[in-house]
Nanobody, 127 residues
Framework: QVQLVESGGGLVQAGGSLRLSCAAS????????MGWFRQAPGKEREFVAT????????YYKNSVKGRFTISRDNAKNTVYLQMNSLKPEDSAVYYC????????????????????WGQGTLVTVSE
C-alpha cells in the first residue's frame, strides 16, 4: 500500500520555524515530482511548493518565496519543507503529494497533476 506520511507540524509563534517531512512507503518516488499544498479552514487547497524529479527545479507560491525551502532526499524517499519566518496566514493543514507525471523534467503546481496525497499535518502560527 502506497502511503505518504507528513510530520513536523505544530504550534509556533510568528517568526518561528518548522520543518515538515513527508515519508513515502509502499513504492519509491525518487523519479517523481513532489509537492506541498495547504488548506486553511474555509479555504480551498492551495499550492505551496514543488520540486522536480532531480531536485534541481523548485517553484514556490509567491507569498512563501524566500521563507520556505523544499528539498528531497531520495535515499530516504522523503521530501521536506523548511518553513522560516512563519506568519499567522501560513496556518493551515499541509499536505504532501506525489506526481506520476514522470514524462516531464519540470514541476507541477495544480492538484490534478498529483496522484498520491498524505493525510496532512497541522501548522498553527500564533501572533
Amino acid at each position: 500500500q502506497v502511503q505518504l506520511v507528513e510530520s513536523g507540524g505544530g504550534l509556533v509563534q510568528a517568526g518561528g520555524s518548522l520543518r515538515l517531512s513527508c515519508a513515502a512507503s509502499g513504492r519509491a518516488f525518487t523519479d517523481n515530482p513532489m509537492g506541498w499544498f495547504r488548506q486553511a479552514p474555509g479555504k480551498e487547497r492551495e499550492f505551496v511548493a514543488t520540486i522536480s524529479r532531480s531536485g534541481t527545479i523548485t517553484y514556490y507560491k509567491n507569498s512563501v518565496k524566500g521563507r520556505f525551502t523544499i528539498s528531497r532526499d531520495n535515499a530516504k524517499n522523503t521530501v521536506y519543507l523548511q518553513m522560516n519566518s512563519l506568519k499567522p496566514e501560513d496556518s493551515a493543514v499541509y499536505y504532501c503529494a506525489a506526481s506520476l507525471r514522470t514524462e516531464y523534467t519540470g514541476v507541477f503546481i495544480t492538484p490534478p497533476n498529483y496522484a498520491y496525497w498524505g493525510q496532512g499535518t497541522l501548522v498553527t502560527v500564533s501572533e
